[in-house]
């Protein structure tokens, strides 16, 4: 290899590290600025995160990756923060239904003796706030999702095919579905429910991993990182930045 091109060679290699060492010290600023400004809004030192205005959320879905959500511990401790917050109905979501599996114990029998843990957060989230009213939790999962679709759909198939759909003349006539049919079966099939305001995913991914698409139609959807890293300020903080949204359409 020619002299010129030994030094072009290091010349590159050189400016490649440059620049990922700008780009590393660049995220660890973010990082760090990102970690303070959370411990300041936890700490109660920054005084417009102080007074929220909740009232745009009148409900909040939370999407986390099913491998982070056996991680009970943080799933209650998030629920306590939310309760604090004065959030009135929350929708957990994971594709595999680890929440549900979870929750819907203590929601369906509050004497069930296997689920003494569940009954004890949900005691704990209730206490932390007595002026506020009981917080609705609804868990759903990856099966409230396609199949909740197919199973409104057959349903207004079958209605479509068994009702009255014929003229005087006895010619079938041809059958049109709204979007309030839609929401109706969606309803009657159990897989119906209010649309989030706002959408806060955990995990990896930055998209809604499966969430049903038909209740997110005007919901903002803001991405919090790992569940493991999850942070009260930064909770707050996505309240407040919501806050300050402004939609031209729907709600």
Known sequence: MSLPSRIIKLTLGLLWCIIHVV??????????????????????????????????????????????????VKINQLLCWLKTLGVKYVCLYDID?????????????????NSGDDLDVCANIKALDSSHREMTLECISGSDGKEGIAKAANLLCSTSLNGDRYTHESVKTESVFTETDMASALKSVGCGGPEPD??????????????????????????????????????????????????????
């Not at 600025?33 to 959320?57: A, D, P």
């Not at 239904?97 to 003796?113: C, H, I, Q, T, W």
């Open 97 to 113: 239904g680890v929440l549900k599996k979870f929750f819907e114990p203590s929601m369906n029998s509050s004497r069930d003796d």
């Open 198 to 251: 706002l959408l806060l995913v955990y995990g990896p991914a930055r998209c809604h991993l499966g969430f049903p698409a038909w209740r997110l139609r005007y919901t903002e959807i803001m991405h919090m990182g790992p569940l493991k890293s999850m942070k009260y300020g930064a909770v707050v903080k996505a309240f407040y930045n919501f806050s300050k949204k402004y939609q031209n359409y729907g709600k």
């Open 23 to 72: 780009i590393s010290l660049f995220n660890l600023c973010s990082h760090l600025m990102f970690n303070l400004e959370c411990y300041l809004i936890s700490s109660g030192l920054l005084r417009k995160y102080r007074n929220l205005q909740l009232s745009r959320v009148k409900c909040l879905a939370i999407v986390v990756d099913s491998r982070e959500a056996k991680n009970t």
